[in-house]
């Protein structure tokens, strides 16, 4: 049943991501991407994932809004056509060639249900699961591992989301007009 | 108060907005606080908390939220909370590595509580702390920069003061 | 089935990516090749029956670690998710900046205003 709904909402996705990508109209395809991304959070629900699945609406919203604010309120001129000929051939040939290649390895994983942690039985996870309440204490096992086990990753990601975030700001700064580029102008 | 009702959107967005954001806001809370024993985390907490700011900024106008907020403690805050992530995981070096959780170890507390697990909450405020704080300033900033055209040349301008500027002269 | 789907939606984001003349499109199919990897990601962890993981108090020990779902990659996609939102702030930002410089957000234009 799982597996069916799965499905079902993976080709809602793709048939949403197409649309956003071939409408004409800018605030159209945004909304479109925001259906594939809420489309996204019930998978995760369904995959026994609740916390990224918040995670993912939250952040879907937020997306959206960005986008819409951000961008398309300076220019919704419609702009319609691909790029030239010959560069637009080489691309989709190797978008083809590549789509081979992709389906012929996702042909040889396994059955979908059967996990890694079931066929070895040394991989991480089956520690985490088993002793992982009892070593941190923190009965949502995800925490533990984010927080407690591989809390190097989780610093790392806090560093590239800080450091992501004071670029976007250095990039949008503006001098002011009035003073300072006057005055460095005068002494160039 | 009448000065305000020009700016942002009409007036039953804003009532709305006035009467629901102390619910969001706590709901945030909750995320972030109960972070370690049910499906939460601080980072879906630290976002939600952002949206609150974000969505006073839409309804209210952006005017408003420069004038009773600030961009100065969101910031601070920002900048603090990474420091402190550091400075926590770095206290666990004393205690036996880096990132170790040296408060469950000197004080072991009973399971499904609030205040168990260590330093897992903490970890999960300043995430929280951090990651509302960092999307509110940006979010604020796109909000503010804008490109005009003047004399046939486009600048990016900042919109911040624009009102106050235009009301004086 | 599902991991060909899968696959398909990352392929549908790469075309947007590598294809589409507009600035806005471009940032969707990243965003598209984003969500395809994730759900790719939790799919592989995926158990039949599983159970989510989280310890109740009235929770069997021995059926949880039995039929608990993987927690590994739902670690690392909610740092990614996370991650995906800071690296799309800093491509909106440059978005900007670039119409700001050519007044379009058209990139061919964009090649030819730049001779």
Not at chain 1, 79 to 94: K, N, S
Not at chain 2, 145 to 169: A, P, Q
Request: proline content about 3%.
């Amino acid at each position: 049943m799982t597996e069916f709904l799965v499905e079902f909402f993976l080709v809602f996705m793709v048939i949403g991501a197409i649309i956003a990508l071939e409408t004409k109209d800018l605030l159209s395809s945004v909304i479109s991407v925001g259906a594939v991304g809420v489309a996204a959070s019930i998978c995760f629900l369904l995959l026994g994932a609740p916390d990224i699945a918040s995670t993912q609406l939250v952040v879907e919203v937020l997306t959206v809004i960005i986008l819409i604010k951000a961008t398309i309120r300076h220019d919704l001129v419609t702009i319609d056509g691909d790029r030239e000929f010959f560069g637009l051939t080489v691309t989709l040939a190797f978008l083809f060639v590549f789509s081979l290649f992709g389906l012929r390895a996702f042909w040889s994983l396994p059955e979908f249900g059967t996990p890694g942690i079931e066929r070895i039985s040394a991989a991480p996870s089956n520690n985490y699961i088993s002793s992982g309440f009892k070593q941190t204490g923190s009965s949502n096992i995800l925490t533990a591992i984010l927080l407690d086990y591989r809390g190097l990753d989780t610093f790392a990601e806090l560093c590239a989301l800080f450091a992501g975030i004071w670029g976007a700001l250095a990039i949008m700064r503006v001098r002011s007009r009035k003073k300072k580029t006057g005055n460095h102008d005068e002494k160039k | 108060m009448k000065k305000n009702n020009r700016t942002g959107m009409s007036l039953i967005v804003k009532n709305t907005v006035r009467m629901v954001e102390g619910f969001i806001f706590l709901f945030g809370i909750y995320l972030t606080l109960y972070g370690h024993i049910s499906p939460a985390s601080g980072f879906s907490g630290g976002i939600v908390l952002g949206c609150v700011f974000i969505l006073m900024t839409i309804a209210f106008g952006k005017n408003v939220i420069l004038e009773s907020f600030g961009k100065t403690p969101a910031y601070i805050f920002n900048c603090s909370a990474a420091l402190l992530f550091l400075v926590l995981g770095c206290c666990g070096i004393l205690f036996g590595g880096f990132f170790s959780n040296f408060l469950e170890k000197i004080f072991p507390s009973a399971n499904f509580r609030l205040f168990s697990a260590g330093l897992l909450p903490i970890y999960n405020i300043i995430i929280a702390v951090n990651i509302g704080t960092g999307l509110f300033m940006v979010f604020i900033i796109l909000a503010v920069r804008r490109v005009i055209e003047i004399d046939g040349t486009r600048r990016l301008i900042s919109t911040e003061f624009f009102d106050n500027f235009k009301e004086k002269n | 089935m599902v991991y060909t789907l899968c696959f398909i939606l990352f392929v549908i984001g790469l075309y947007g990516v590598t294809c589409k003349k507009n600035i806005v499109k471009i940032i969707l199919g990243f965003l598209i090749m984003e969500y395809s990897v994730n759900l790719f990601l939790i799919l592989l962890g995926w158990r039949k029956n599983g159970v989510v993981p989280i310890v109740e108090p009235d929770t069997v020990m021995e059926y949880f670690k039995t039929m608990s779902v993987d927690p590994l990659p739902q670690a690392m996609v909610l740092i990614s998710i996370v991650t995906g939102l800071g690296t799309l702030i800093l491509m909106v930002a440059l978005a900007i900046r670039l119409y700001q410089r050519y007044g379009t957000f058209d990139i061919t234009e964009m090649n030819r205003l730049k001779k």
